[in-house]
């Protein structure tokens, strides 16, 4: 794996102090549940956002970026799904109006 490959948030300054720097897409994308299966990917995701939301300085910068990005992916401590409905609440509004 090319450090590119390994290291896919680098272009802003939270990026470089990202706790996931360095490590595998495949923990944060995943390879699709069609060759993980849905109970493993379910772990893995799990497993993920616990490391994020325990060992990451720069969660909520984090998850700005992914709610004004649409990034596919786990990015600051939630899944795709969890972004687009957390985007609808209070929370998140005030979080992206805060951001802007
Ligand atoms: S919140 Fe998670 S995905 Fe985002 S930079 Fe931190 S460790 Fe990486």
């Avoid at 896919?8 to 897409?25: D, F, Y």
Wanted: aromatic share 8%; glycine share 10%.
């Amino acid at each position: 794996m090319t450090a590119k490959q390994s290291t896919p948030r680098v272009s802003a300054e939270w990026q470089k102090r990202a706790a996931c720097r360095g490590m595998g897409l495949e923990l944060f994308f995943g390879p699709g549940r069609d060759r993980e299966g849905p109970h493993t990917a379910v772990q893995r995701e799990a497993a993920v956002i616990a490391f994020c939301k325990t060992e990451c300085p720069v969660l909520t910068e984090c998850l700005v970026y992914a709610l004004k990005t649409g990034s596919k992916g786990i990015w600051g401590g939630k899944t795709e799904s969890e972004r687009q409905s957390y985007r609808k609440t209070k929370a998140g509004k005030a979080l992206l109006a805060e951001a802007s």
